[in-house]
Structure formats: C-alpha cells, structure tokens
C-alpha cells in the first residue's frame, strides 16, 4: 500500500501551492490549517471547504501519523508521560511538564540518538531514525488534544529536550519551529521554545544565522576538554572554547541569552574546582547555567551528588558571578525525567 503524504509535513506555502493545484483559491490556506491545528484529524470535517475538494485531500493525504498508545501520570500529577507509536512501530516518548506558568512540552526529535552520551538512555541504541516534521507537530497536537479534553490550557512552551538531538537532525527541526510559529498554526513565540544540543557548533553558527530566536540550551556538562571526553564523545568532536565561541556568536546574533546545562556526577564533575572552572570558562559572557543533579538509568555507573555537594558546587559557582538555576526535578517516578526518555519499543517494560 502507498502510504498517503502527511499534511502535518507541510508548511504553510507548501499547501497553498497543494490547494492551488486544486484549483482554490488562497484564502482557504488559512481555512485548512485553522481546522488541522485546532486538531481534526479527518478533512470530512473541515465543513467550510468545498466537498470536492475535501474528497480530494483525502485522496492524497492524511492528518497525522501518530498514534498515542500510553499516557502515565506522575503521583503528585504535575508530568505527564506519553508513548507514541510511529507508523513504522518505533516508539517515541514525550512528556508534559506542568509549571505554574502554563504547560511544558518537551518532545523528542529523533528515534534513538546517535551522540552516545554516557549518561542518557535514548542514546543506547544509537539512532533508529530522524522524525519528520509532520511527527513532531503531531506530538504538540497530541498533548493538545488529550489536555484539551481535561479543559486545560494548550501547549504554549517547547523544549526539544527529549530523545534525540535535535542539531542532527537540522533541516527538519528548523522546519518544524518555522511551522509551529506561525500565526495560521500554532503561533507559538519563539522565545517560548528551547533547543538542547550537545553543542554541535557549525549546527549552532548556521541556527544562529537564520533568524529564529529561540532559545538555546548547551549540554555542557564539563568545564573543560579531557573531563568531558570522558562523559561524551562527541566532545572529541569540538572543544569548549569552541562551544562558547559559537554560544557567544549565537547570543550576538540572537540577543537571546544562551543557557548551559550541567548535569552533575557524584565524584566526576561536581566538584568546587570544576565549579571554579566553569565560572571561568563563561565569566563575562551573559548567560546561565542549568543545573540538575543526574538521573539514574539502568547499568550506568553514576551517582547523584550528596545534597551537599550540589549546594557547594552551586555557590562556588554564583561566587564567580554566573547566574545559576536549579533545575525542577519532575517526572522521575514515570521515567520521564531528563536523559530517562528511551526507544521505548523491543525493550519496553511499561509497554
Ligand atoms: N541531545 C540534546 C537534547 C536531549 S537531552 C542535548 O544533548 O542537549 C536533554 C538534556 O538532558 C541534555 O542536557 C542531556 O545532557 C541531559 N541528560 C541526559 N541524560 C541525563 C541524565 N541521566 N540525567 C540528567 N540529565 C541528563
């Protein structure tokens, strides 16, 4: 069977030319994308198109190819974690943050990871796949429409913090927040999305370079080259001068503070001297750093730091003049805490 083009691929020229060749004219653009991102997934619906033209879309295309299969709340019931099963039966994860200012989504970009991080789950298996841009939009669309029903407020807050790494798969995640942001689909700001990458730099330069002011976090993890080696290989790859070149080259362009995150390992990065170097590595650049004491995952050696160590490391380090967040920890007992997030498929537990 021929598998029908997902409309969530598109961008907005892209189905106005496809409405086009339709013969229809270019107000109905607005009238399409109005009923697929409020969430309908049948053009049955769409009762202001002309019939013949809704029975040709449905000719040529589906709405989503994305199907919620599990969705597993936390006890105190401020994350939700969902299961989705992917048209080719890769399963992906992505989970609801619930924060007094409105609701998080952190959703993943690829099936797996190819950067080997040694901390992260999603990585594990190395990558399966890039998402398409229409399985990223559906996973917004998804937590939309299952929060809808409970009368809650919608997805206005992105973080491309879940499995995969969102540089590698550039053009489209680039594709993917052009789409997201526009006015006719879900007008989401950019200041209100979040890239995470392990500090791909050419990736950084060229995002910097494009006009999107998003928000960027850097996995940094480690105030210098040897330390970080140690934790991720993708650090043999480009340095930390090099990471905070392309972070200030990012700011300059951007004007949008970057922030690093700084997952800390008992006895390996945690310590006053590592915070020392961090401060000197970032001092006079407008930043902050994001820490959050690791997550456990299975058969990795790590351990949190003591609740001590963390406040030391945190204080040395805002005595160097950076400013410092802690990280709220949520999601942990439904494995959807950060670097938890996994290829749920062959080997999944919950499933
Ligand atoms: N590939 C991107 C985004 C996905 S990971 C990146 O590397 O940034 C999102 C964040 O979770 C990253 O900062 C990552 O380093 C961190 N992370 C991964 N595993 C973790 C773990 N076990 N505990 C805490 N943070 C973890």
């Not at 006895?267 to 407008?286: H, M, S, T, Y």
Request: with cysteine; net charge positive; charged share 25%.
């Amino acid at each position: 069977m021929v598998m029908k083009d997902d409309i969530l691929d598109k961008s907005p020229t892209e189905i106005m030319d496809i409405l086009k060749q339709l013969g229809e004219p270019s107000f109905r653009v607005k009238q399409l994308l109005g009923w697929v991102y409020k969430g309908k997934r049948s053009f049955d619906e769409m009762t202001n198109l002309p019939k013949t033209t809704r029975i040709r879309l449905k000719e040529r295309y589906m709405i989503g190819n994305v199907k919620q299969i599990k969705k597993i709340t936390s006890d105190k019931g401020d994350t939700i974690k969902y299961l989705c099963l992917l048209h080719d039966g890769n399963i992906i994860e992505c989970v609801v943050m619930r924060y007094d200012y409105g609701n998080t989504l952190c959703l993943s970009t690829q099936v797996g990871c190819r950067m080997g991080c040694s901390f992260c789950e999603s990585t594990r298996q190395g990558l399966i796949r890039n998402l398409k841009v229409g399985e990223m939009v559906a996973q917004v669309l998804m937590v939309n429409a299952d929060l809808g029903e409970t009368g809650e407020r919608n997805i206005r807050n992105i973080v491309l913090m879940g499995s995969g790494e969102p540089l590698d798969n550039f053009d489209n995640v680039v594709k993917f927040l052009g789409l997201i942001h526009d006015p006719n689909t879900l007008n989401i700001s950019y200041r209100n999305i979040t890239l995470s990458t392990c500090g791909l730099v050419s990736k950084i330069r060229e995002l910097a370079n494009m006009d999107i002011p998003i928000t960027l976090a850097i996995s940094l993890h480690a105030p210098n080259d040897a330390l970080r080696r140690r934790i991720m290989p993708v650090a043999s790859a480009y340095s930390v001068r090099e990471i905070v070149e392309a972070a200030k080259y990012y700011f300059n362009r951007t004007g949008r503070r970057v922030s690093f995150e700084y997952s800390l390992i008992d006895g390996i990065n945690d310590g006053v001297e590592q915070a020392e170097e961090l401060g000197r590595l970032l001092a006079d650049f407008p930043c902050h750093v994001n820490i959050i004491p690791i997550n456990s995952i299975e058969g990795a050696p790590y351990r949190r730091s003591s609740a001590a160590r963390i406040q030391l490391f945190e204080k040395t380090l805002r005595s160097t003049g950076i400013q410092v967040t802690r990280r709220r920890e949520l999601g942990h007992d439904i494995g959807g805490a950060c670097g938890q997030l996994k290829r749920g498929y062959l080997n999944n537990s919950e499933g």
